[in-house]
């Protein structure tokens, strides 16, 4: 649509999205699309109770605590309780920490981060049921992808927007407002409330800031419920009128992407999980360097130069040269390449550490690589060029969409990583219990059972 539709066109666009999404019910999922749902929550609490110790959330847990005294309220991996909008963005920064967590390319970022939080503190308040949570995830989520494809997510993220809290914010606000079991009007005015506070800016990738941007994004979202259910008043369709969502943010309205029907019926099963902790953009090089090593098998002493190609905006988000702590790493090609190539479990979050990167084997891999961008390079391709020491040429190529696992192996996966992330902090006992819960949510009748398995006894207290 072009400007003057926009921002004039007699459709309520915030409507017809919420007409779509806003009712699911759980008799009505595909077999897949409630397995995508119970993944997103077996991953975002696995990644949130792994994450838990990271310095940035044991800042963020002090500085509540003194301005707003304790609560009832878990944080998944530790044993301090916080108030209910506390709970909601320290969890959600927890979750962002290791940059572990899925996404969605609708949105162009992390969904789980901005919604999960918002369901997981409020269904701990209210008691809710497991059926109540799955259905409000996918209020949540549909909603957040057709605003993604509403305001053409791709063309946003290059500005320099990190989508995760400027998008999200309208699928947290919907996920509020469903598992508080609002009306689908209430529900526009949360989504207008919280967009109205959105932002987020990459330049702050590779610090502590970038796991407060979801914070923020999900007590926004958190916020546009409470607000809304109490009557506050705003536009409701903030997202299509004049100096609204898209004028601000100087996008058109694509209404036609956004209401049209997936396949599969559900853009869940598009989303993407993570078995690397790092930036999702160093992906498609780390399986192209994967790829290789396991070819070749070649001493890392006999490869001379690495030339990596990427994507032109990921040169803005994933190319730091020479990180030297562990956030840093996360958002550098050149590090995650190198870790592949040394034989570094990139999944392992421990391995992205300021001890790594001093580490002068390290320090001589990385260095021997050079990246260049290309702006008509596809995001989910990794594209890699080796020199070796007896003169030879080498590559690898790696495709992200077309190396995707099915849903079963995927499960294996995720299972996997859940254990690993998990069972160190609770034991292994907590652990299964909370995975046997996860994995038939939609048979439990009172949510804060989940909560309580993921938060620490008080003796482990900033363990």
């Not at 923020?216 to 609204?244: E, S, Y």
């Not at 036609?256 to 999980?273: E, Q, R, S, V």
């Not at 790594?356 to 320090?363: D, E, G, K, M, W």
Request: net charge negative; with cysteine.
């Amino acid at each position: 649509m072009d400007g003057d539709a926009r921002t004039n066109s007699n459709i309520d666009i915030t409507a017809s999205i919420l007409n779509l999404t806003y009712r699911p019910q759980l008799a009505d999922l595909p077999k897949a699309v409630l397995r995508y749902a119970k993944q997103i929550w077996l991953d975002w609490i696995g990644v949130t109770i792994g994450g838990a110790q990271e310095p940035l959330v044991s800042i963020l847990i002090e500085d509540a605590i003194d301005q707003n005294g304790d609560g009832r309220l878990t944080v998944a991996g530790r044993s301090e309780k916080l108030t209910l909008p506390d709970a909601v963005l320290v969890n959600a920064a927890c979750s962002h920490a290791l940059d572990y967590d899925d996404g969605n390319p609708q949105m162009m970022g992390h969904s789980s981060v901005v919604i999960v939080p918002v369901l997981f503190s409020i269904a701990e308040r209210q008691r809710s049921s497991g059926r109540q949570v799955i259905e409000a995830l996918l209020a949540a989520h549909e909603t957040a992808m057709r605003v993604g494809n509403l305001v053409t997510a791709p063309e946003v993220y290059p500005r320099g927007f990190h989508c995760t809290s400027l998008l999200g914010g309208f699928g947290a606000a919907v996920g509020g407002a469903h598992v508080m079991g609002l009306s689908q009007e209430q529900a526009a005015a949360a989504m207008s409330i919280a967009g109205s506070q959105a932002a987020g800016l990459q330049s702050v990738f590779g610090s502590m800031t970038k796991p407060l941007n979801a914070g923020r994004c999900a007590l926004n979202g958190l916020m546009g419920a409470r607000l809304a259910a109490r009557g506050f008043t705003v536009p409701l369709n903030l997202l299509g009128v004049r100096q609204g969502f898209a004028d601000c943010f100087g996008t058109t309205l694509n209404s036609d992407k956004a209401l049209a029907t997936p396949n599969g019926g559900y853009f869940i099963l598009n989303n993407w999980f993570k078995f690397h902790a790092a930036c999702q953009q160093t992906h498609a090089s780390a399986g192209a360097a994967l790829a290789f090593r396991e070819k070749h098998d070649l001493p890392p002493a006999e490869i001379t130069r690495i030339q990596v190609h990427i994507p032109a905006f990921a040169d803005r988000i994933c190319n730091i040269q020479e990180p030297y702590t562990a956030l840093q790493m996360k958002f550098s090609v050149r590090a995650v390449v190198a870790l592949v190539l040394l034989g570094y479990d990139t999944g392992d979050p421990s391995v992205y550490s300021e001890e790594t990167a001093r580490n002068p084997q390290f320090i001589a891999m990385r260095d021997k690589i050079a990246v260049t961008a290309h702006g008509d390079q596809d995001h989910a391709i990794g594209k890699l060029e080796f020199t070796t020491r007896d003169g030879r040429s080498l590559a690898a190529n790696y495709h992200n969409e077309e190396s995707r696992p099915g849903i079963d192996e995927q499960e294996r996966l995720l299972l996997i990583k859940f254990r690993g992330l998990v069972t160190p902090m609770i034991g292994a006992d907590r652990a299964d219990r909370l995975e046997a819960m996860i994995m038939s949510l939609e048979t439990v009748q009172d949510f804060s059972e989940i909560a309580k398995l993921t938060a620490l006894p008080t003796s482990n207290k900033h363990a």
